[in-house]
């Protein structure tokens, strides 16, 4: 109890110096649950998105970014037998109202649409004669009421849509009444238009984009994909439903690494702050640590007494950090999925989605890693004899021998990390490796630069 309120009672004589620990800590914990959390909240937007335009099709043909002829469709039907088809259109759009604004237009056949997507029978409460009114009057175009919200646009008024420099105005025939929250999420950021209105709109005439189809599982659907092949023109294919989904996650892979390499750098800083202070600690208390050595404080009790400072200080960053990570994920998820937007596809976050996992990863890089980085300053506590422990000049004096040696290591480490960069071609993780092991060469050449710069001023 005597070692932890002297222990606290140093803590308290130099609070600048542990208020820039926790800073350091509490700022990598931040930016790493902020980097998860919004990635999270971006992966969790285009799945429903997803959900909303895939619908129930199991497997979907597809062709190149021109589409196919639609011509396809009746030939799948009346040669193959094939039920149910559901040919689509589908292509992104702006709006002269709102730029900057992009919304995904889907072209469907409305009699088509029951099997794959229910939803979209839910129109202003006249059900399905919302969406069939979309074949009889040409133009015409259905939006989820948020959609229509965010829009400040009501059944019957006129939007002008921007592709490709052109503007198509449309009239807003219905909107569709999610039946709960999920199918709201999946349906924000979505036009809707019969297949002809909108390959007018895209300037697609005669062509589709793709055709979603709902196949029986077992021997009767491998028998029906077997035929779907053979029959298929060339630059046609068929895959499966969800694997339009882990491409585009495979597109994104890299990106949700290279944040996570970012918030590890950021939390690393953090854990050089955490080292240097309690090494700073050890040092500035290195005569009462030899008195209380020579009084009989065991080794172990002083390790205790430096680790135990080190969770304290890391308890305080980590709370704050989750803290200041939600909130700073909250505006981050706009950068994320803007960057995503440019990138890849268009995806709209408006809630964030607080992970569980996510904090209880901050907290344990947080408390851990600060842990890991008091063990040498701990251990160089404790295992200095009473004597040499009251004497400050030999830790100096040895320190400085030290240097040349750890900047020699510097330097090896330095060639190791350009070398694992030379050869690491398109591996990602061993670039990574690399990268931080050329950052961990910096931190052995400091002490030596340190001493120079003292000398030379």
Known sequence: MILLRASARHLARHPWQAALSVLGIALGVAVVVSIDLASESARRAFALAAEGVTGRATHQIVGGSGGFDERLVPRLTRELGVHPVAPVVEGWVGLKAAPGRTLQLLGVDPFSEAPFRPYLARGSGRGGRALAALVTEPGTVVLSRETAGDLGVRAGDTVVLRVSGRERPVRVLALIEPENARSAQALRNLVVADVTTAQEVLDHAGRL?????????????????????????????????????????????????????????????????????????????????????????????????????????????????????????GG??????????????????????????????????????????????????????????????????????????????????????????????????????????????????????????????
């Open 209 to 329: 984009s793709r055709v979603d189809l709902a196949l029986p599982g077992g021997s009767e659907g491998d028998a029906v994909l077997a035929r779907l092949r053979a029959a298929l023109p060339s630059g046609v294919e068929i895959v499966a439903a969800p694997a339009r989904s882990e491409f585009v996650g495979e597109l994104t892979r890299a990106f949700d690494v290279n944040l996570t390499a970012l918030s590890l750098l950021a939390l690393m800083v953090g854990l050089f702050l955490a080292y240097n202070t309690m090494t700073f600690s050890v040092v500035q208390r290195r005569a009462t640590i030899g008195m209380l050595r020579a009084l009989g404080v065991t080794r172990a009790e002083i390790v205790g007494v430096v680790l135990a400072e080190a969770l304290l200080l890391a308890l305080v960053a980590t709370a704050l950090g989750l803290g200041a990570g939600m909130a700073l994920a």
């Open 332 to 457: 981050l998820v706009r950068l994320v999925t803007r960057t995503i937007n440019d990138l890849y596809f268009v995806v709209v976050v408006r809630d964030l989605a607080v992970s569980a996992t996510a904090l209880a990863k901050g907290a344990a890089l947080g408390i851990g890693a600060t842990l890991v980085a008091a063990l040498l300053p701990a251990a160089e506590a404790s295992t200095a004899p009473p004597g040499a422990a009251v004497q400050r000049v030999a830790l100096e004096a040895r320190a400085r021998r030290a240097a040349p040696r750890v900047a020699l290591a510097g330097l090896l480490v330095l060639l190791t990390g350009a070398s694992v960069l030379a050869i690491a071609g398109r591996s990602l993780a061993w670039s990574y490796a690399g990268l931080f092991t050329m950052i961990l060469s910096a931190t052995l050449l400091t002490p030596l630069a340190m001493i120079g710069a003292a000398r030379a001023a």
